[in-house]
């Protein structure tokens, strides 16, 4: 009997042991999946058929700018003077740029991201431009009277469903713009698809933009980037006003070391156009200037450039190849919003491209949400599930062995599609979207990462 009992006591002994054994080696392993570090991987992207369901094309093609307004530039007087003061910035940090090549990801100028200068604060620009936008009325009047009117009043009410790392910034602020240029080569992109407007003109919220084209390029240059053009649907745009623009710009920026070109298969470098809402205008009107017989043709004079159309209608395809254009982009972030932006119809335009000599390029996104401007499109919300979204976007585009792909966008915050830092905030009735539970940055890293798999992809593609 004391023997059993000592035995007893010895097992129950072990079992405690054990037990506390066990539960000090649990408590190790939570505690070092709470140190895993932030660019752990998020494992294999959903498959696409895992996303919402592919949604009827719906008749929600109104553009970014509905009506453009000739803008007086009384009140960027001071954007003449950000050049000589970005420079005298940039003399002062230049010596950490060798620095900055060994730390950063290296450029991959096939990956190009839709960049937005628009935004202005009291501080730089006298007055809120773009945070402050205008809730858009539905077009149906019966719908419209069902939601909210006015205008968002920042810095605490913006017009966007997230708000910034940076605050309701001013996009003259240098310190801003090195600040974007830094987080857009973090993520390994190379050229910067800069939104423009001809000198003295703007979309109806905004004010002219040109005069800080100088400072983006120097900067973006700073950081080894590149800059081409993302010409918006300004007044009268036509094939004349085309040519001059294009002669504008090239002759402008064109040699500044920032200035994108783009090497052909023939071996030519050409600038390159992304011309949204190009649908807008008539093929006949596009071929007097994108065709060699054409009236006003570009084609063979030192102004040729690579010229690229939005996609939106699957006719489109067959316009933009009757009008002369060398590619086509899809732009929107909303998998089954338009034909050109579902995912599932990228195949069959690159084999449409492929047989007419044209580039295909598709555009990626983290997700689309724009309540906050237009509050009833809810059904076009795009949830980014965590990265998730955004990854299946990317992976769609990889199986159909683009050059390029557009990624849309680093800042265009008022439909969500940004990939800049983000922070959590609430202010009074407004609780902003986030990045949790991931950092500020995680899109730019998962950008960074994508980015990585197409160059060791394209190795592959190019055996």
Same mark, same amino acid.
């Given at each position: 009997?004391?023997?059993?009992?000592?035995?007893?006591?010895?097992?129950?002994?072990?079992? #405690?042991?054990?037990?506390?054994?066990? @539960?000090?080696?649990?408590?190790?392993?939570?505690?070092?999946?709470?140190?895993?570090?932030?660019? /752990?991987?998020?494992?294999?992207?959903?498959?696409?058929?895992?996303?919402?369901?592919?949604?009827?094309?719906?008749?929600?093609?109104?553009?970014?700018?509905?009506?453009?307004?000739?803008?007086?530039?009384?009140?960027?007087?001071?954007?003449?003077?950000?050049?000589?003061?970005?420079?005298?910035?940039?003399? /002062?940090?230049?010596?950490?740029?060798?620095?900055?090549?060994?730390?950063?990801?290296?450029?991959?100028?096939?990956?190009?991201?839709?960049?937005?200068? &628009?935004?202005?604060?009291?501080?730089?620009?006298?007055?809120?431009?773009? &945070?402050?936008?205008?809730?858009?009325?539905?077009?149906?009047?019966?719908?419209?009277?069902?939601?909210?009117?006015?205008?968002?009043?920042?810095?605490?009410? #913006?017009?966007?469903?997230?708000?910034?790392?940076?605050?309701?910034?001013?996009?003259?602020?240098? /310190?801003?713009?090195?600040?974007?240029?830094?987080?857009?080569?973090?993520?390994?992109?190379?050229?910067?698809?800069?939104? &423009?407007?001809?000198?003295?003109?703007?979309?109806?919220?905004?004010?002219?933009?040109?005069?800080?084209?100088?400072?983006?390029?120097?900067?973006?240059?700073?950081?080894?980037?590149?800059?081409?053009?993302?010409?918006?649907?300004?007044?009268?745009?036509?094939?004349?006003?085309?040519?001059?623009?294009?002669?504008?710009?090239?002759?402008?920026?064109?040699?500044?070391?920032?200035?994108?070109?783009?090497?052909?298969?023939?071996?030519?470098?050409?600038?390159?156009?992304?011309?949204?809402?190009?649908?807008?205008?008539?093929?006949?009107? &596009?071929?007097?200037? @994108?065709?060699?017989?054409?009236?006003?043709?570009?084609?063979?004079?030192?102004?040729?450039?690579?010229?690229?159309?939005?996609?939106?209608?699957?006719?489109?395809?067959?316009?933009?190849?009757?009008?002369?254009?060398?590619?086509?982009?899809?732009?929107?972030?909303?998998?089954?919003?338009?034909?050109?932006?579902?995912?599932h119809n990228w195949a069959g335009l690159k084999a449409f491209c492929d047989s007419n000599n044209l580039m295909f390029i598709p555009s990626v996104g983290p997700g689309y949400i724009d309540t906050s401007i237009r509050p009833w499109n809810n059904h076009n919300t795009r949830n980014r599930v965590n990265?998730?979204?955004?990854?299946?976007?990317?992976?769609?585009? @990889?199986?159909?062995?683009?050059?390029?792909?557009?990624?849309?966008?680093?800042?265009e915050w008022h439909e969500g599609t940004q990939i800049e830092k983000a922070v959590p905030k609430r202010t009074g009735q407004v609780v902003y979207l986030d990045y949790k539970p991931h950092k500020s940055n995680v899109y730019l890293e998962l950008t960074q990462k994508w980015s990585e798999k197409y160059?060791?992809?394209?190795?592959?593609?190019?055996?």
């Open positions: 009997i004391l023997n059993y009992d000592i035995m007893a006591r010895f097992r129950r002994r072990t079992c #405690i042991i054990l037990l506390l054994f066990i @539960l000090f080696i649990c408590s190790i392993m939570m505690a070092l999946k709470t140190l895993r570090p932030d660019r /752990a991987g998020f494992g294999d992207p959903f498959g696409l058929g895992l996303l919402p369901e592919l949604q009827q094309r719906t008749v929600l093609l109104d553009s970014k700018q509905n009506s453009l307004n000739r803008v007086q530039g009384d009140t960027v007087t001071r954007v003449s003077n950000l050049h000589s003061i970005a420079v005298n910035t940039m003399k /002062a940090s230049m010596s950490p740029v060798k620095k900055l090549e060994e730390e950063l990801s290296s450029p991959n100028y096939n990956f190009h991201i839709f960049y937005y200068t &628009w935004y202005g604060n009291p501080q730089f620009d006298g007055k809120y431009i773009h &945070w402050n936008h205008p809730l858009l009325p539905h077009w149906d009047p019966k719908i419209a009277n069902n939601y909210p009117k006015g205008r968002h009043n920042p810095p605490e009410d #913006i017009g966007a469903n997230f708000y910034p790392e940076l605050g309701s910034y001013s996009s003259k602020d240098p /310190a801003v713009i090195e600040a974007h240029m830094k987080q857009m080569r973090s993520a390994s992109t190379g050229v910067i698809v800069l939104s &423009w407007y001809p000198p003295g003109m703007a979309d109806e919220n905004g004010e002219p933009t040109d005069d800080l084209v100088p400072v983006v390029l120097d900067y973006a240059h700073k950081y080894n980037l590149k800059v081409t053009f993302h010409i918006e649907p300004y007044k009268d745009r036509d094939d004349r006003s085309m040519y001059h623009n294009v002669k504008y710009i090239i002759d402008k920026y064109g040699s500044h070391p920032a200035f994108y070109r783009h090497k052909t298969s023939t071996g030519r470098l050409l600038p390159m156009f992304y011309v949204y809402d190009s649908y807008v205008t008539i093929p006949e009107i &596009w071929a007097n200037l @994108l065709t060699v017989s054409g009236s006003q043709s570009i084609r063979n004079t030192p102004y040729d450039a690579l010229f690229i159309a939005l996609l939106v209608e699957e006719r489109h395809k067959h316009d933009i190849h009757r009008s002369g254009f060398d590619g086509m982009y899809t732009y929107f972030a909303t998998n089954g919003f338009s034909y050109g932006s579902s995912h990265g998730k979204y955004y990854e299946t976007a990317f992976s769609a585009a @990889l199986l159909v062995r683009p050059e390029i792909i557009s990624i849309t966008s680093f800042n160059r060791k992809e394209q190795e592959q593609w190019l055996m």
